[in-house]
């Protein structure tokens, strides 16, 4: 028989989400998610970063049923058989990047970042940014719309938009990857170990205004960011075993 573990659900807000919501709270035994053994998310990909975020500390794993538009980081949505989905998942452990950035004022914040850490220009002109890795200077100046760190987990997505290179769970790796680059205009961006230090420095930044994203947390008229794995903190995500994430980054890499 099927071990029954405590489920907490939570929802997006939409209307299909809702309704898958009240569906699933009629048919199973749920509880408030700090007592929960699972979370199940009902939403788009967007709510599942921000569910990710949100019970962080919780650490609790955390199964997300596609109630959205693009789904990548959900399983399929099914009423039925839930229980068994649940204890027949295949678990995937991620770890954020951390930001760390200083403002034009000195002032200093930081952001997690499940996907990406996204450096943009604000205005009209171009970006101009200096990046350091690991304390090296490895490009002077970058005049660009913008640069981003990339997770493997969330490489098929802006990263991937910005034509940067999907990566397996398991590489090792983070993508550096420049957004619209104009000079030098032929850099495709470079693969970092994932204990790289990634440190970019604003050019002109009062000329030029800069902002930083980690995932929906942004601060604006930055002067420097700095981006690196925190690989203290576990993130717990659970796919139906037929249909892992590392099956749908290998899978994401042959869509024509």
């Excluded at 943009?120 to 005049?143: H, N, Y």
Aim: a negative charge; glycine letters at 6%.
């Amino acid at each position: 028989m099927s071990e029954q573990r405590k489920i907490a659900f939570v929802a997006s807000g939409s209307p299909q989400s809702d309704e898958a919501l009240e569906s699933l709270r009629n048919r199973y035994p749920h509880v408030a998610p700090e007592d929960a053994d699972v979370i199940v998310a009902l939403g788009g990909d967007g709510f599942m970063l921000k569910t990710l975020h949100e019970f962080m500390t919780l650490k609790k794993p955390i199964y997300g049923m596609n109630r959205g538009t693009i789904g990548f980081l959900m399983n399929k949505f099914r009423i039925g058989g839930l229980v068994e989905r649940l204890n027949d998942a295949k678990p995937t452990v991620l770890h954020p990047l951390r930001m760390a950035v200083e403002d034009k004022e000195g002032r200093h914040h930081e952001a997690l970042a499940i996907n990406e850490v996204s450096v943009f220009r604000e205005t009209r002109q171009a970006a101009k940014i200096e990046i350091s890795i690991d304390g090296t200077v490895r490009m002077p100046e970058l005049i660009c719309d913008g640069v981003l760190v990339a997770t493997p987990a969330g490489s098929s997505a802006y990263n991937l938009s910005a034509h940067g290179p999907i990566i397996p769970l398991d590489a090792g790796t983070l993508a550096l990857t420049p957004i619209s680059a104009f000079r030098p205009r032929r850099w495709r961006g470079a693969l970092l170990p994932r204990s790289a230090r990634v440190h970019f420095e604003i050019l002109e930044g009062r000329k030029r205004p800069v902002s930083a994203v980690a995932d929906n947390t942004e601060f604006r008229d930055v002067m420097s960011v700095s981006v690196e794995e925190d690989a203290s903190i576990d993130l717990f995500m659970l796919f139906d075993a037929e249909h892992s994430l590392e099956e749908r980054i290998l899978n994401e890499q042959f869509v024509p």
